[in-house]
């Protein structure tokens, strides 16, 4: 597709599920696709191995639809971010969305997506706010607005577009593609935030609707929870103070750089000095990431990570191991 043209809201979408022993929640994720308005999508699952009815349910589902509508593949069996780095791997040209394997999707979810898509030439990212569900899919709440700008000085520091609502046109799905090796070797912590980082630093328009697309299952396997609470803004600044944060911003950028010919130079510019500010101790490191503008999307959040860099927890003194 040409880089200045728009999608198509009526575009066929590849969606991408990662599957690891899902069993009782991945039915009914299951029924969400197949329940979509936007009709022309196919589904690749890649399971990571589950020892469980997981690729029963998956292959039945795949017995009930159209011929080859729905394929099955092996994961990586390296956890859930290298699983998704493994679908986006084999994804065919044009659009893609991810998949959680234990949400309920709306059934607008893929139709709203492409017609916000639709507006904007070139590469673009959409992803929304979800309603926050306990395990028996009763909501609990909406997730968070953010209010702040989109963009590579967030995205550096903060993971927002959330992975089971980001859908991308044809054009910043190329861009993940084309970019996806080296995130595979670096073990990133987490593909989304990855993909923010990539989108935002090619200068791809981002779109967070303020509607939320799906029910966003809340059970003690969830890989990441909720974030609206007391308690859970507690632990990620908590998280931010700790020394593993200071890994994986390490990691993602080790990988960005395998790929900069990709990203806008401004933002080269940026994630040049940003790899350097991680090699300095905390006061150096805290009035670089103040020259920068370098911000999370709550006021808190933004104070925590100024002190993370005071206290020297971003350094990286040599190669970095990148904790999962």
């Known amino acids: 597709m040409d ?21 009782r929640f991945i039915g ?5 696709i197949a329940a979509q308005t936007h009709r022309d999508w196919q589904l690749i699952v890649s399971d990571d191995g589950s020892d469980d009815g997981t690729p029963k349910i998956i292959a039945d589902f795949a017995a009930s639809r159209p011929a080859g509508q729905v394929r099955i593949v092996r994961g990586p069996s390296r956890g859930a971010t290298q699983n998704f780095l493994h679908l986006l791997s084999i994804a065919p040209d044009g659009p893609i969305a991810f998949s959680d394997q234990d949400d309920v999707w709306f059934p607008d979810k ?12 070139g590469p673009a990212h959409y992803a929304a706010r979800t309603v926050i569900a306990d395990h028996d899919l009763r909501p609990l709440a909406p997730s968070r607005h953010f209010r702040r700008p989109l963009g590579f000085r967030n995205a550096l520091v903060q993971a927002i577009m959330a992975g089971n609502t980001s859908v991308f046109n044809a054009p910043a799905a190329a861009i993940l593609r084309r970019c996806v090796g080296p995130a595979q070797q670096h073990d990133l912590e987490a593909h989304d935030w990855w993909a923010y980082q990539v989108t935002a630093g090619a200068g791809a328009a981002l779109i967070h609707d303020a509607v939320p697309a799906l029910l966003y299952r809340q059970h003690p396997q969830s890989v990441m929870g909720r974030n609206d609470t007391v308690k859970a803004l507690s632990q990620r600044v908590g998280m931010l103070l700790a020394g593993e944060y200071g890994a994986w911003l390490a990691a993602n950028h080790a990988a960005l750089q395998v790929v900069r010919s990709e990203l806008l130079p401004e933002n080269r510019r940026i994630l040049d000095r940003f790899g350097a ?16 503008g370098l911000y999370r999307q709550t006021g808190t959040g933004t104070a925590a990570l100024y002190a993370a860099a005071l206290a020297g927890r971003l350094r990286q003194c040599g190669p ?5």
Not at 5 to 18: G, K
Not at 28 to 32: H, I, M, R
Not at 110 to 121: D, E, M
Request: net charge positive.
């Open 3 to 23: 880089r200045q043209t728009r999608t198509d809201p009526d575009a066929p979408v590849t969606i991408l599920l990662a599957s690891y022993r899902g069993a």
């Open 277 to 292: 500010l991680l090699q300095r101790p905390g006061p150096v490191a805290a009035k670089e990431l103040a020259r920068l």
């Open 110 to 121: 893929l139709a709203r997506a492409l017609a916000a898509l639709s507006h904007h030439q």
């Open 320 to 324: 970095s191991s990148p904790i999962r």
């Open 28 to 32: 009914a994720q299951l029924d969400s």
